[in-house]
């Protein structure tokens, strides 16, 4: 599977984009082997459009409908020809568009679609036609035509360099796919000499709750258990995943992840169980999901806690019956897989709301590993800071860095609520705008980290009136703020304030502080 994501940081790969753009005025669409478009997002509004009907269309819902299903056909019709690349209509009708295919051997891994332009012309008769199309559709004819006055007209000339462009991003996309593979490749087969890179002794913590959690990983490392490892964002969660696989007797099958929170619930079901050819719309070839790539090793299930209720259900028959049944099929699979879940929401709380399954919380915590938060370890902030700045300097081929003796203390005070994450990227940041300094100093700190603690924490609490009121507007301000930062986590939240669990969702009924009911007075941002 070809990394999308990436592909916008190839440079090559923009420069012809830009080239494309600049001398033919289209746009170009990596699309996936399901017809799906990988470079744009719909909720992007302030990405400018290089092509005029493109410009005209994409920001209206019908008109983006439109462009997508015609993306879809034409990557449907690439894959069932033997071409490099095939000429065809553009969305309306009128305008033409190149789609090259990106395949390596026989895969098809999706294609290239460059929207548009003209080979010579539109007649006055198919602009009308083109413009009663988008009409239909409760879109701006009179913008439609202007866009088709701006459209390039390519010779037979310039049509051969085109079409060699667009042809050479295909290639591109290829080539980096190749070397990725290659690359990932290489890097399993030297999993059982590098396995040890992963190893929870590795991991960087000498504190007294990171020495528990190293016991507690020394006590399960021979098992093959379902683990659910509970922690903020940020702590390391994918981290201690891979070192429970690589301690563990599946260390030498595959480690495969997915983070649930980033697919929607047909998504999701196509990537965890696969589907079949035709089960839906860009569905042009079967596909096995990450359950069957992760047979006899282990998948890890990031954010579960986001997972929808109808997949919920089909990861519990998973786990129960180890058996699956891809989207669009009636055959039955059997898989072997060790599950590890990780989240950052209280899950035993979503069971008691009735967002999450009771049987399959029991099903996923058999064995339960808790991340401490940066804020409760300290103690492991200068090994982590030795440990980021020896790491980013060597990268940096820079010498060694020392932070003075106010930042380290300024470093100290902040409760990083974006935890190990939120430091790592502050010392390279820090790294960065030091230069030839081989000291790190205080001023160079995020505002965020250098100015924590200079002003109260607390202000606007009443210093007149009744004792007893303005410690209840202290304490209804304490919790407020407690289950914004917590993202209303209760069990974390009475942890830090001292309390029991009950007792703060006592005093979060009584200050009327329940989520629903302030998202109810829009009071809850």
């Known amino acids: ?45 302030q990405r400018e459009f290089k092509n005029p009907v493109c410009a005209t269309l994409l920001p209206k819902d019908k008109g ?34 190149l789609v090259s295919r990106i395949s390596v051997g026989s895969d098809f891994l999706g294609s290239v679609y460059a929207c548009s332009f003209f080979e010579e012309p539109a007649t006055p008769a198919a602009r009308a036609q083109g413009r009663a199309r988008v009409e239909a559709l409760g879109l701006d004819g009179e913008a439609y035509d202007a866009a088709l006055g701006r459209m390039k007209v390519l010779t037979d000339a310039q049509k051969k360099y085109f ?10 996309i290829v ?13 399993s087969a030297l999993n059982s000499q590098l396995g040890n890179r992963y190893s929870y002794d590795q991991m960087i913590g000498k504190s007294k709750p990171m020495q528990e959690l190293y016991g507690l990983l020394d006590k399960i490392k021979h098992s093959e258990s379902t683990v659910l490892i509970q922690g903020e964002n940020g702590t390391g969660k994918e981290l201690l995943a891979r070192a429970i696989h690589f301690n563990s007797p599946r260390k030498d099958s595959a480690f ?18 696969g589907h079949v050819k035709g089960s839906f719309t ?4 079967d596909k096995k999901g990450l359950f069957e790539a992760a047979h006899q090793g282990t998948l890890f299930l990031d954010e579960i806690g986001d997972m929808s209720p109808t997949m919920q259900v089909k990861l519990l028959r998973v786990l129960q019956q180890g058996e699956l049944t891809p989207v669009g099929s009636t055959e039955v699979r ?9 989240t950052n929401r209280d899950l035993k709380d979503m069971v008691e709301q009735g967002t999450f399954r009771e049987d399959l919380y029991y099903r996923i915590n058999v064995i339960n590993l808790v991340v401490p938060p940066l804020r409760d370890r300290k103690e492991d902030i200068p090994v982590l800071l030795d440990h980021f700045v020896s790491r980013g300097c060597k990268e940096k081929n820079m010498p060694l860095k020392q932070l003075a003796k106010r930042a380290m203390e300024k470093i100290f005070d902040y409760p990083w609520p974006g935890n190990i994450r939120e430091l790592e990227n502050e010392v ?19 505002p965020r980290i250098r100015d924590w603690g200079s002003q109260s924490k607390v202000q606007g609490v009443r210093v007149a009136g009744k004792l007893k009121d303005a410690l209840e507007e202290l304490e209804k301000t304490m919790i407020k703020e407690g289950l914004r930062r917590t993202n209303w986590n209760k069990s974390r939240l009475a942890k830090e304030l001292g309390i029991s669990r009950a007792g703060l969702i006592m005093k979060v009924e009584k200050y009327g502080l329940d989520k629903r009911k302030l998202a109810r007075t829009g009071t809850e941002g």
Not at 163 to 172: K, W
Not at 282 to 285: E, L, R, V, Y
Not at 334 to 342: D, I, N, Q, T
Not at 429 to 446: C, F, K, N, W
């Open 428 to 446: 390279e940041r820090l790294i960065v705008l030091t230069g030839d300094d081989p000291r790190i100093s205080a001023e160079l700190l995020s």
């Open 282 to 285: 860009g569905a042009i070839k």
């Open 175 to 187: 080539t980096f796919h190749t070397e990725i593979s290659k690359r990932e490749e290489r890097i």
């Open 334 to 342: 059997k898989v072997e897989v060790r599950v590890v879940a990780a």
């Open 1 to 45: 599977m070809i990394n999308w994501e990436e592909l916008k940081h190839i440079h090559v790969i923009r420069k012809l984009e830009e080239i494309l753009a600049q001398w033919f005025s289209t746009e170009i669409f990596f699309v996936d082997e399901r017809g799906l478009i990988r470079n744009y997002d719909p909720a992007d509004r």
């Open 256 to 273: 495969v992840t997915v983070n649930c929170s980033a697919f929607n619930e047909n998504l999701l079901d196509s990537e965890l169980f």
């Open 64 to 97: 983006r409908e439109m462009v997508m299903k015609a993306v879809a056909q034409a990557n449907e019709r690439i894959f069932t020809s033997d071409q490099t690349h095939m000429l065809l209509e553009g969305p309306t009708g009128v305008e033409r568009v």
């Open 163 to 172: 079409f060699e462009l667009v042809d050479l991003v295909a290639q591109e």
